[in-house]
């Protein structure tokens, strides 16, 4: 699989994994007190950060199967098989695990199934037609769309993260097509492409003229995105830190389609 579209798999498998854990830690405790209010309200709000999660990877349609399968999670059956609402919260906890396990399982196939969606590429808009591979369009649309509602949401840290994931996706996209070697460029170290860091292939990028100075924007906290925990937060990221983020974002690609 393209080291550009496996970061980003990478990045949704790790919001996946969250909450996945959180779900177990929660239908354990209701394994053992399915009354306890905090519990109860922890399940709640660990419901509504799934569905966001779902919609996202859905690609936000309520046909799309993922989607579906949230839906029914809520579901219980009656006698005549029809579906009526009200399952007990430790039983929706256990469908929805079993949901986002599907999700995961999608995003880690490597036996060149589409991910996720039976749209594949063409669900992709012209706003990324300049990228090269065509398997990575529609990865990174989504993602452009989930930075654009995590900032909306206030979630400022995913927000950026989305956006540099992206940056460093189309950037490392057109290095590949352009076929240029660390060593073709001075003041590089050697080595392969998915070797280098994320400063070093923009820097590359702009001294082979693929883009210009933009990235000069990018705030010291977008830099190290790739350290950033989702889990336990150890950096603080601002609106202005995230919103300068997806404004370079916009530059470098306005750079790399030049049409457009």
């Not at 046909?63 to 929706?92: D, K, M, Y």
């Amino acid at each position: 699989m393209d080291e550009n579209l496996q970061t980003l798999i990478g990045t949704y498998l790790a919001h996946l994994d969250g909450l996945i854990r959180r779900g177990r830690q929660l239908r354990d405790v209701l394994a053992t007190d399915a009354s306890d209010d905090r519990a109860i309200a922890a399940t709640r709000a660990w419901q509504e950060d799934c569905g966001i999660r779902i919609n996202q990877l859905s690609g936000g349609s309520k046909a799309h199967w993922l989607a579906r399968s949230f839906s029914e999670a809520f579901l219980v059956r009656s006698a005549g098989g029809h579906a009526t609402e009200g399952a007990p919260p430790g039983e929706i906890v256990e469908r929805l695990l079993d949901v986002l396990g599907q999700a995961a399982a999608s995003l880690s196939r490597t036996d060149g199934a589409p991910i996720l969606s039976s749209t594949s590429s063409e669900s992709a808009t012209r706003r990324f037609e300049f990228v090269h591979n065509p398997e990575l369009r529609p990865i990174v649309e989504q993602a452009y769309t989930d930075s654009r509602r995590a900032f909306e949401e206030g979630d400022y840290d995913l927000a950026l993260r989305t956006s540099c994931g992206i940056l460093e996706a189309i950037v490392t996209d057109a290095l590949e097509h352009k076929g240029l070697k660390a060593e073709a460029v001075s003041d590089t170290p050697p080595g392969k492409i998915a070797d280098w860091s994320f400063e070093t292939r923009l820097a590359v990028a702009e001294r082979a003229g693929l883009i210009r100075g933009g990235c000069a924007r990018l705030p010291a906290v977008a830099r190290t995105y790739r350290e950033h925990n989702e889990n336990e937060p150890k950096v603080t990221v601002s609106a202005s830190d995230a919103q300068r983020t997806g404004q370079v974002l916009h530059v470098v690609m306005r750079d790399l389609n030049p049409g457009r």
